[in-house]
């Protein structure tokens, strides 16, 4: 049974950071390409950054790139975004979601598996 679990969102003040993790299981990270999406209300949901299967190779979508960063841990079957200064329209419920292989699409339907949504708020 495959399993994706997302955690660590939260409040932030805009300029601050948060570390969100992914718990993957029932697949392997060597196997499956890993992408964190984002939706805002009344937004389609758009994909910001992925983590390649295998030699773990990154990509970001612009808005993210340069404040964003994904990583993995393989031993612990987790992928991390890190999220740093972080503004107002960053406020997202942001999701992770596998795909088998190795593939940079930003297409959410593209996407075998889905984790339930953490909520990011920026606020003051």
């Not at 805009?14 to 969100?20: D, E, F, K, M, T």
């Not at 773990?56 to 975004?81: E, I, M, P, Q, W």
């Not at 593939?103 to 708020?121: E, H, I, K, L």
Request: proline content about 2%.
């Amino acid at each position: 049974d495959v399993q994706l679990q997302a955690s660590g969102g939260g409040l932030v003040q805009p300029g601050g950071s948060v570390r969100l993790s992914c718990v993957v299981s029932g697949l392997s990270l060597d196997d499956y390409s890993i992408a964190w999406f984002r939706q805002a209300p009344g937004k389609e949901r758009e994909g910001v950054a992925i983590i390649a299967e295998g030699d773990g190779s990154t990509y970001y979508h612009a808005s993210v790139k340069g404040r964003f960063t994904v990583s993995s841990d393989t031993a612990k079957n987790t992928v991390y975004l890190h999220m740093n200064s972080l503004q107002p329209e960053d406020t997202a419920i942001y999701y992770c979601a596998a795909i088998y292989g190795l593939d940079y699409s930003f297409n959410a339907r593209d996407y075998d598996y889905w984790g339930r949504g953490t909520q990011v708020t920026v606020s003051s």
